[in-house]
C-alpha cells in the first residue's frame, strides 16, 4: 500500500487511512519503535546460519532508531545480513542505504530490491555503488556459494516480482547437497513467489519476504490491505503443502504511505536457519 497526494486514492486505500486515524483514538498512540524478533526456521541436528533480515526501510520514510539498530544486530552476531529489498523509495536517496555500512556480518552483507527501487525510478547503477560502499553486495537474479566453517551456504537474490523479472532458474539450479547442510536461503522481496521456489527447489529452502508491513496498518493485528505480490503472506513463518520449504516474511521496518503503524510494529528479525 501506498497513498500519494498527487493521485485519487483507491476505495482500499482510503479506507486503510480511514481505519488508521479510528485506529489512532483506540490505541492513543502510533507505534513506530522496533520490535527484534528471534525466528528459529530449523530442523533438529542441521547446522545453523544466523541471519539479520532488514527489510522495507523505505528511507527516508522510517524512524527506526540507528543505533538501536545496530546493538541489537552486534549482539546476534549474524552470518549474514539480508537486506530484501525497499530500501529506498526514490530517485536521489541511494546514498540512504549507508546506514548498513555500521552492521556487522560474519560472511558478508547482501541486498536485493523491491518493488520501489523501481517505482520510485532509483539510479540502479549509483544504488549499486553505495551499497558496496556500505559493504553489501546487490543481488539481483544472481546465486552465490559462501564458504562457511561449517560448509558452504547457498544463497540467491531474486529480483522483484512486482516491477522486477526473477530468474527463478537460479534456485533450480541449486545442487543437492548432504542432508545436514543448511537450507539454501533465498531473498525474494515479494513473499508470493515462495508458491514458484517450493515448487522448484530441489532440497529444503529458506525464502526470506518483506514487502507486506504486516499490513502496516492493522487493528488487533488484522491487515486492512496487502499489496499486490503478498498472497496469501502476511508477516511471521509460513511453511510449504509437503514441510519441505520454509518461508519467513519480515513486517518491514519503514512506512509507505501513511507515516505511522497500527498493531504492526517496524521488524528487526534475527533468524536462525537449519
Known amino acids: 500500500m501506498r497513498l500519494d497526494a498527487s493521485r485519487t486514492f483507491t476505495r482500499r486505500e482510503f479506507v486503510a487511512a480511514a481505519a488508521g486515524v479510528a485506529g489512532l483514538s483506540v490505541y492513543g498512540t502510533s507505534s513506530n519503535l522496533l520490535d527484534v524478533s528471534s525466528p528459529v526456521l530449523a530442523r533438529p541436528g542441521n547446522r545453523r546460519v544466523r541471519v539479520a533480515l532488514l527489510t522495507d526501510m523505505h528511507g527516508p520514510h522510517n524512524y527506526v532508531d540507528q543505533d538501536e539498530l545496530v546493538r541489537a544486530v552486534s549482539?546476534?552476531?549474524?552470518?549474514?545480513?539480508?537486506?530484501?529489498?525497499?530500501?529506498?523509495d526514490t530517485r536521489g536517496d541511494e546514498p540512504l542505504v549507508a546506514r548498513y555500512a555500521a552492521l556487522p556480518a560474519l560472511l558478508g552483507k547482501f541486498?536485493?530490491?523491491?518493488?520501489?527501487?523501481?517505482?520510485?525510478?532509483?539510479?540502479?547503477g549509483r544504488l549499486r555503488r553505495e551499497y558496496e560502499r556500505a559493504g553489501v553486495r546487490l543481488l539481483?537474479?544472481?546465486?552465490?556459494?559462501?564458504?562457511?566453517?561449517?560448509?558452504?551456504?547457498?544463497?540467491?537474490?531474486?529480483?522483484?516480482?512486482?516491477?522486477?523479472?526473477?530468474?527463478?532458474?537460479?534456485?533450480?539450479?541449486?545442487?543437492?547437497?548432504?542432508?545436514d547442510a543448511p537450507r539454501p536461503i533465498v531473498m525474494s522481496h515479494c513473499p508470493v513467489g515462495f508458491d514458484i521456489v517450493s515448487t522448484i527447489a530441489k532440497r529444503p529452502t529458506a525464502v526470506l519476504s518483506g514487502h507486506t508491513h504486516g499490513g502496516q496498518i492493522a487493528p488487533f493485528g488484522v491487515a486492512l490491505v496487502l499489496p499486490e505480490g503478498s498472497g496469501r503472506y502476511v508477516r511471521g513463518s509460513y511453511a510449504s503443502a509437503d514441510r519441505r520449504h520454509a518461508l519467513y516474511v519480515s513486517r518491514g521496518m519503514g512506512n509507505s504511505g501513511p507515516p505511522f503503524r497500527i498493531g504492526s510494529r517496524p521488524e528487526l528479525a534475527l533468524l536462525t536457519i537449519a
Request: negative net charge; charged residues 20%.
Open 140 to 179: 539481483i537474479n544472481e546465486r552465490l556459494r559462501l564458504e562457511a566453517p561449517d560448509g558452504p551456504i547457498d544463497l540467491v537474490g531474486l529480483d522483484d516480482w512486482r516491477a522486477g523479472t526473477p530468474d527463478y532458474s537460479q534456485v533450480a539450479g541449486i545442487p543437492a547437497a548432504a542432508p
Open 111 to 124: 541486498a536485493t530490491l523491491g518493488n520501489w527501487e523501481y517505482q520510485g525510478e532509483c539510479d540502479l
Open 75 to 88: 549482539a546476534f552476531r549474524p552470518h549474514l545480513v539480508c537486506i530484501c529489498g525497499d530500501a529506498v
